[in-house]
RNA sequence: GCGCCAGUAGCUCAGGGGAUAGAGCAACGGCCUUCUAAGCCGUGGGUCGCAGGUUCGAAUCCUGCCUGGCGUACCA
């Protein structure tokens, strides 16, 4: 819809500049809004307002003369109008809404491949396999996949990446974890180690691997079989909790093929090379100031072990060198600190890291009850997304993850998901759809089938109709606009309307009149709703049910 | 102390230079002989945290302050 406003005005632009009315240059970015109240008209621009000052002359007129110099040779506009204090006000003309519902019955409403040829990564949930996926990283992974999909619906070619730490100190608790566990199982004596991960999970994994090897378990010195074990039964848990979600990766990256081939010692080593590491204590620091950093940070601890940010930086220079247009990668609140340092370092060794979009997002806190939940993993104190799953199914999930933006805190009262769903607005939208589908059925029962020949659509006068047409038109931008701010909250708002819209039209109008011509118009009017919703819940990965 | 995020209706949150600030839930009152009432219509509800500043115009931008969350680990 902005877009046709946008090839009129900008001609209108070009013509007034010729005309000698306009000599303001460059001229204001253009930019439109839907007005809140729909008798303003269909969209707005401030544009005039914004050159008032190099005009020197009212807004009011700039608005008029740009007004006056607007071709609309294919008749898509009904008015042009000065209003309030210099806005300009289009209206569309019917015409130009009958087009929009061709197009969507068409499949051609969809948003313009603003990606093409542009080849994105998107990493996200790398959580550790430690645990179960918690309330937190079930955010995470919703909100990354449904900007996975925005970036798919808008042509970009994406990659979605789950960086698996395998590697490191909690592994390695993980795995003394489970060998305390197995040997307690054997009668044997065994310390459950400091700081250990108490859930019972490591119960069950124990317990399958004393009934795979039995006794020889006692012979174990090491770690590893334990390990191992842990992280191949957690790893495949993480899967199958993702795909309950629908959510699925193409690339599961291993932090312990970075200390295999040799990259961490030689990210290191070219830190060293550049000065931007050095040896104190013991441990091998980041230097802080060079980089911009508020204080040195440690890379190696005295342990010889590298702390978590030195493999993080040999992975993302492996992600630069793999030289994707964006780096997209979503992080809870708690990573912010880690990320600036990686970013820091990236620069410092001489990467253009302009590439790289970190989503951060604020934590989820969990109430129950009207009070708050403590979460913790290793004190098997929390809520895990397949609980969650169980509770209400994978579209409340997601949905309920997706109605507010990144940057806002995320209460999820358990109560009201549980015991309350119904009122979830996941079940708005989905009505709307499914009483689309009711109708259908309704028609082929009556035996009535319905065809665009001609001027059908003329009669969709009513302003719920054609307030319905309206979002109809704005899917597209909307769609857009998500995927370039990266928020697909935008699309769950876009729904919401429009499903409100449309219960409104259907709750005033019955759709299947007698006056065949009127029930055609409508019943297209209804499947344009019913495809734009699919298309809609489909990129917030929500299922559009046929019947509820 | 410093850094990031937030503070908008009773609650949960949209809006993030532009017209009279919105939605859901909660409260109250209406609407089913007719395609799904998981719906619709109506009523009430606001110093947009506070104070300055910039601007023709500020909930929105800037500065300071207050409150809350998260960081500020040789945890990840």
């Known amino acids: 819809m902005k877009k046709r406003a946008k090839q009129l005005i900008e001609r209108a632009l070009s013509n007034a500049i010729q ?53 609309d040779a294919e008749g898509w506009l009904a008015s042009a109008e000065v209003a309030g204090s210099g806005y300009l006000n289009l209206r569309f003309h019917p015409r130009f809404w009958h087009r929009c519902v061709d197009e969507v019955l068409a499949g051609e409403h969809g948003p313009a491949a603003i990606g093409a040829g542009s080849r994105v990564l998107v990493e996200f949930v790398s959580a550790n396999p430690t645990g179960p996926l918690t309330v937190g990283h079930g955010r995470n992974a919703v909100l990354g996949d449904s900007i996975a999909r925005l970036l798919e619906a808008t042509g970009h070619e994406v990659t979605r990446e789950y960086y698996f730490n395998n590697a490191g100190r909690q592994m390695k608790l993980l795995g003394e974890s489970v060998r305390a566990r197995s040997l307690a199982l054997l009668g044997a004596e065994a310390e459950f180690p400091e700081g250990g991960y108490q859930g019972d999970y490591i119960a069950d994994i124990a317990a399958r691997l004393v009934a795979e090897r039995g006794a020889a378990l006692r012979q174990e010195t090491g770690v590893g079989v334990f390990k191992d074990a842990a992280e191949k039964s957690i790893f495949a848990d993480i899967r199958a909790t993702l795909e309950r979600l629908a959510i699925k990766f193409d690339r599961y990256f291993n932090e312990d093929t970075l200390y295999a081939d040799g990259r961490i010692d030689a990210t290191l080593q070219e830190l060293r090379d550049r000065d931007l590491a050095f040896d104190r204590d013991g441990a091998v620091w980041l230097r802080g100031e060079r980089l911009g950093l508020d204080k040195d940070r440690v890379l190696v601890k005295s342990s010889g072990e590298p702390a978590y940010r030195l493999p993080d930086i040999a992975y993302h220079r492996d992600k630069l060198a793999r030289s994707y247009h ?26 253009a890291t302009e590439s790289i979009h970190g989503i951060i997002y604020q934590f989820v806190t969990l109430t129950r009850g009207g009070v708050q939940v403590k979460m913790s993993t290793r004190r098997a104190e929390y809520v895990t997304v397949d609980e969650l799953v169980d509770d209400v199914g994978s579209d409340v999930v997601r949905f309920f993850f997706l109605t507010r933006k990144a940057d806002s805190h995320l209460e999820f009262d358990l109560d009201l998901a549980k015991k309350q769903s119904a009122d979830n607005p996941v079940f708005y939208v989905q009505y709307a759809h499914a009483r689309v589908c009711s109708v259908e059925k309704q028609a082929a029962s009556q035996g009535l089938s319905f065809a665009l020949g001609g001027d059908e659509l003329q009669r969709l006068e009513a302003p719920e109709e054609v307030a319905v047409v309206r979002l109809l038109a704005q899917f597209g ?9 990266l928020e697909p909250h935008r699309v769950v708002f876009y729904l919401i309307d429009l499903a409100a819209e449309f219960h409104r039209f259907y709750n005033r109008n019955r759709i299947l009149v007698d006056d065949h011509e009127l029930a055609t118009a409508r019943y297209f009017l209804a499947q344009a709703t019913k495809l734009v919703i699919a298309d809609g819940l489909e990129l917030l990965g929500v299922g559009a049910p046929e019947s509820m």
Do not use: W
């Open 326 to 351: 964006r780096n997209v990668l979503v992080l809870g609140a708690d990573h912010i600190a880690e990320h600036q340092e990686v970013l820091a370092a990236l620069r410092g060794l001489g990467y």
């Open 477 to 485: 931008d909307v769609v857009e606009e998500a995927a370039a701010a």
């Open 19 to 71: 005309a000698g009315k306009i000599s303001t240059d460059p001229i204001p970015p253009l930019v439109f809004e839907v007005p809140k109240d729909a008798s303003l008209g269909d969209l707005a621009t401030p544009i005039a307002m914004a050159m008032a000052r190099t005009e020197r002359r009212p807004p009011r007129a700039i608005a008029g003369d740009i007004a006056a110099c607007i071709d």
